[in-house]
């Protein structure tokens, strides 16, 4: 799966920029309120503003994180469909959907300060619970944002249909995050030893500096392919999920290996597209 979702990237090297444009939009978003909230004096004494901001901030992050991964499933799937994606129009796209977009943002903000709510008890129960409703809630949303993208659901019915999704297709899922997880891990890994490289061989000042610019660099570009990588995939088991075929630049592939079944079982569970 990493290895054909690479070739969409490959094909498309723009994809990149969506999850760029994320990781800035979002870090910008929240030094500009932390810094605010700062400057302000609100962390001094913490009361209703400083516990609505970071609500409302956690509501925004999320708002923003979905808004980019919207986009690269809308570019992707303009990809499997052999035109040609671009970012204007994917970013469109994505905007299309904001309202539900918002939507989950708000009830994902809620579900994760009470997940935190749990978590913070002085409770080790609590905390497995916390846990296991962590995991539900992840399950159930995994294929929350090609829902909105590409379905016309209700608030309700984005739940269920992610969910749905996910049971369709939980050992493919899996199978391919897994590996995607590791290819991530292997170029963070390359962009590591790259710093730890140059620290050693330049030395000094100079050493340093370099020697933070490139492993920073690698880093960073490490989890942008990551990311990309990620979205494609799920968007090529979306579509393998409730189309019942394999997209373009994944006709060769069986998708059913991925969770460890025999051939076949998997088309057999999808027939029909959608259960």
Do not use: C
């Amino acid at each position: 799966m990493a290895r054909r979702s690479g070739r969409v990237l490959r094909a498309h090297p723009n994809l990149l920029i969506l999850p760029l444009l994320g990781g800035i939009a979002g870090i910008a978003f929240m030094a500009t309120l932390f810094g605010g909230l700062f400057v302000g004096g609100f962390y001094e004494s913490p009361g209703p503003v400083l516990y609505g901001a970071l609500f409302v901030a956690y509501v925004i992050e999320t708002f923003i994180a979905s808004f980019f991964a919207a986009a690269l499933v809308a570019a992707t799937r303009e990809a499997f469909h052999g035109e040609t994606p671009t970012v204007g129009g994917a970013m469109r796209a994505a905007w299309d959907h904001k309202w539900p977009l918002l939507a989950w943002s708000v009830i994902a903000a809620i579900i994760g300060v009470i997940i935190q709510a749990i978590e913070s008890q002085d409770n080790l129960l609590a905390r497995i619970l916390a846990g296991l409703f962590a995991v539900a809630w992840s399950v159930m949303t995994y294929f929350i944002v090609p829902v909105i993208v590409f379905e016309d659901e209700s608030i309700s019915g984005m739940f269920t249909e992610s969910a749905r999704t996910f049971k369709n297709t939980w050992g493919e899922s899996i199978g391919a995050m897994g590996a995607i997880n590791i290819v991530t891990f292997l170029l963070v890994l390359v962009g590591v030893l790259l710093g730890a490289a140059t620290f050693l061989v330049v030395p000094g000042t100079v050493g340093i500096l370099a020697a933070i610019a490139i492993g920073f660099t690698g880093i960073i570009f490490g989890l942008l392919i990551g990311k990309s990588l990620t979205g494609i995939a799920k968007t090529a088991l979306y579509v393998y999920a409730t189309e019942n075929t394999a997209p373009e630049f994944f006709e060769d592939m069986d998708f059913s290996a991925l969770g460890g079944e025999d051939s076949g079982s998997s088309s057999s569970r999808m027939s029909g597209g959608r259960i």
